[in-house]
């Protein structure tokens, strides 16, 4: 049986594929850019790590890393049958069974249909269905096993604007800006976006409450995590997803001219830049 050591043990990747201070569009909030769907879902190098965690955090601990509210259950389906449609190379489907790079074999009815999608790729997965009253989308289910200092229990059921809190930067104008995108935002013409963020802890599984957020290091730590962020839109339902691959690396990784990039154009966190 695994311990959960493994939530501490640290999956670090070999390079940063692409970095969002290398571009104007991509350094500027919120930096969105299209992306077709046949370069939605990635798998990398750590794939095999990433998603041994992953299956050990939704067989042990469900509750912290799974939610469904009543009512987007659909959505759930349509995006694991939308997941299973744009699988990367090296998977193996037989019927409703898909064996994974990594050799374990997911059976699509076996469990909650966004359990089933999670477990293929290493995005965490989030659904937003649309509050008309509100005017905003909201966290309406989520497999979210590498959460960057928040929580689902705290987000769940709640719009764009309170999910950011304590975001910086994410004033009133930004919320407002983010929210048009989502309801721009075309069948099969997603975005994305990718940040840039600092910790000296590199372990994936972090989770942090609104009342106890992460402490920014005051110098530079010695850990890159970036996400890539897709926002896109379900053909059937309409609903949304956010979907977020994670990498994490030492400094020390990061290609020459993407250090050279970084000195020319230093990333801000919490009023400081590195």
Same mark, same amino acid.
Do not use: C, D, G, M
């Given at each position: 049986m695994i311990s959960d050591r493994i939530l501490s043990d640290p999956i670090l990747h070999d390079h940063l594929p692409s970095a969002p201070w290398m571009a104007e569009a991509t350094r500027r909030l919120p930096g969105v850019q299209p992306v077709p769907m046949s370069d939605w879902l990635i798998r990398d190098e750590r794939y095999a790590e990433q998603m041994a965690l992953r299956d050990h955090l939704l067989a042990s601990h469900r509750a912290r890393v799974f939610e469904c509210q009543t009512g987007a259950e659909a959505a759930c389906a349509e995006l694991r049958d939308l997941v299973v449609a744009h699988l990367p190379d090296g998977f193996l489907r037989q019927g409703r069974v898909i064996t994974r790079p990594d050799g374990v074999a997911i059976d699509l009815d076996a469990d909650h249909p966004l359990i089933a999608a999670a477990r293929l790729v290493q995005e965490d997965l989030c659904i937003l269905t649309h509050d008309a009253p509100q005017g905003e989308h909201l966290l309406s289910a989520a497999v979210l096993c590498f959460p960057a200092s928040w929580t689902l229990a705290e987000k769940i059921g709640r719009p764009l604007s309170a999910i950011h809190i304590p975001v910086e930067k994410y004033d009133d104008v930004m919320a407002k800006r983010v929210q048009r995108l989502f309801d721009m935002v075309r069948v099969d013409h997603p975005l994305w %976006? +990718?940040?840039?963020l600092f910790y000296q802890n590199p372990a994936l599984? +972090?989770?942090?409450?609104?009342? +106890?957020? #992460?402490?920014?290091?005051? #110098?530079?730590?010695?850990? @890159? %995590?970036?996400? %890539? +962020?897709?926002? @896109?839109r379900l053909p059937l339902t309409g609903t949304m997803v956010f979907s977020i691959h994670t990498w994490v690396l030492p400094f020390g990784q990061l290609s020459p001219e993407q250090v050279e990039g970084l000195a020319a154009h230093p990333v801000h966190y919490a009023g400081r830049s590195v």
């Open positions: %976006r +990718q940040n840039a599984f +972090q989770p942090a409450s609104e009342a +106890q957020p #992460r402490k920014t290091p005051e #110098r530079r730590p010695e850990f @890159l %995590r970036s996400e %890539r +962020q897709v926002i @896109l």
